[in-house]
């Protein structure tokens, strides 16, 4: 029979035979962010619209074009109706979170990450979803360049770990709002000379934001785009002493890295130090991170006026890349145990052993199927279970039973009463003992 409807456009289903691999992933990423100093945040799926719209800025092709927003129906407390957005990215909502909580009066820096869905109405393709995942990290109160290559380091550090050697840094600074003037006046001149060409939404941008010009999806506006002047030329002395730092900081690290003039990345609240990690192996979509400065934007949501930064991975496009690269994923957990039984009473008594060892953190499985000694063998193959016991009339008159290993067919006297999870725990660990060996042999 055919599912009533099927998953939305642009959104994907984990299967259980893949979530290892999301796991692997979401592992490695915690465990390295906490190398780093930085604590998990989490905060809602969806915010108030006016908070994407003042951090990610309404000229962005994000909020202009790609934004699930919903006005509730019902007011709270007689206010009136409000715009809610489905988060298309981190950053609003973590800064939000720490402003309103008070994280920032506590001691700096603060370090967050966070692992998301976001959403964000594009043309679907690979690497390109509608609900995406994202590990992100930010990093809140410090001015100084050093911060940056901290946070580039994580990121590194992270795509190291899972085995994504194939990835290349690429830098750039976009200056402060002080270099931005006369950067936003050469820009308008290049592009005023052209303005016929532009799509309607550029020709907007021209008067609100002529950078955002340089992230124009549309093939004549980036072609056009090309010859544009470059906001390195235009940087204030703040500005350049900052990436030079930067840049020694990241070669004192052995980070390497490629100075890319073009980056202006697709959000507005950007100051100074962008950057992106990016892969030639999964097509067109094959920026896996990115991220930057953004010294405003705390103070522009109400907070105190707070340098900071961070960056975000695609979740989705590591996976595409580690699978690429033929990398190692953790595998899923295997059943330690299947126990089989023949008849009402020995299948109570399996119930009864298989609740002990999973209370001991084992991994065991016993028959809720109802099905013959025949089926139960078959299923027990087909997980992969280590060790199986047959219990049956004898087996619970004399309390013992054999504990069968599946691989070696080796079988070994146990018993099934007071002693049975000792003496089990003691096969499993000499058959761990032996299949480590083998694996080093
Ligand atoms: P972003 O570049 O918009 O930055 O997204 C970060 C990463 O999310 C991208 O490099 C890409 O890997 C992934 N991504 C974005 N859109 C999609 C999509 N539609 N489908 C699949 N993956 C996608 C941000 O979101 C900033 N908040 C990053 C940041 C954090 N900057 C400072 N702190």
């Known amino acids: 029979m055919p599912v ?144 940056d290559a901290e946070v580039i380091a994580l990121a590194k550090s992270l795509l190291d770990r899972l085995g994504l050697t194939n990835v290349e840094l690429f830098i750039n600074s976009i200056g402060c709002p002080k270099c931005r003037a006369g950067y936003h006046k050469a820009l308008k001149e290049y592009f005023e000379k052209r303005r016929d060409e532009l799509c309607p939404t550029c020709l907007d941008r021209l008067e609100r934001n002529p950078m955002r010009i340089l992230d124009c999806k549309s093939p004549i506006c980036q072609g056009i785009a090309k010859d544009a002047p470059v906001i390195l030329d235009y940087l204030c002395d703040e500005c350049s002493a900052h990436f030079e730092k930067l840049k020694r900081s990241l070669a004192d690290m052995g980070i390497s890295f490629s100075i890319d003039p073009k980056i202006v990345r697709g959000l507005d609240y950007y100051t100074k130090t962008v950057f992106e990690f990016i892969t030639k192996d999964i097509g067109a979509q094959g920026t896996v991170c990115g991220g930057g400065r953004y010294d405003g934007l705390v103070e522009e949501l109400g907070g105190a006026p707070l340098p900071a930064l961070g960056f975000a991975m695609g979740i989705e496009r590591i996976l595409m890349t580690m699978e690429n690269a033929g990398s190692e994923f953790v595998p899923a957990k295997k059943c330690d145990l299947y126990i089989a039984s023949m008849g009402e009473a020995a299948q109570r008594k399996a119930a009864v052993l298989t609740n002990q060892l999973r209370a001991e953190g084992y991994f065991v499985e016993s028959d809720v199927m109802g099905r013959g000694l025949k089926p139960q063998m078959k299923y027990a193959n087909k997980i992969g279970a280590t060790f199986t016991i047959v219990l049956g009339d004898n087996e619970l008159e004399t309390g013992r039973a054999k504990l069968k290993n599946m691989a070696s067919g080796e079988q070994t006297d146990i018993s099934i009463g007071e002693s049975f999870i000792d003496e089990f725990s003691n096969n499993l660990i000499v058959e761990m003992f032996e299949d480590k060996l083998n694996t080093i042999e």
């Not at 298309?88 to 973590?94: I, L, M, V």
């Open 4 to 147: 009533i409807t099927n998953r939305p456009y642009g959104t994907k289903d984990v299967l259980p035979a893949e979530v290892n691999k999301w796991q692997t992933v979401e592992r490695c990423a915690a465990e390295t962010a906490e190398c780093f100093g930085f604590k998990e945040i989490r905060f809602p799926t969806f915010e108030n619209t006016m908070l994407f719209k003042r951090s990610v800025g309404d000229t962005t092709d994000v909020v202009q074009k790609e934004m699930y927003t919903v006005t509730a129906k019902s007011r709270d407390n007689g206010k009136d109706p409000e715009d809610f957005t489905l988060r298309p990215e981190g950053t609003a909502g973590a800064a939000r979170a720490a402003i309103e909580n008070g994280l920032l009066n506590e001691a700096l820096p603060q370090k967050v990450y966070y692992i998301i869905s976001c959403f964000r109405h594009e043309k679907p393709q690979a690497g390109r979803l509608r609900e995406f995942h994202q590990f992100g990290a930010e990093m809140y109160g410090s001015p100084d360049a050093s911060a």
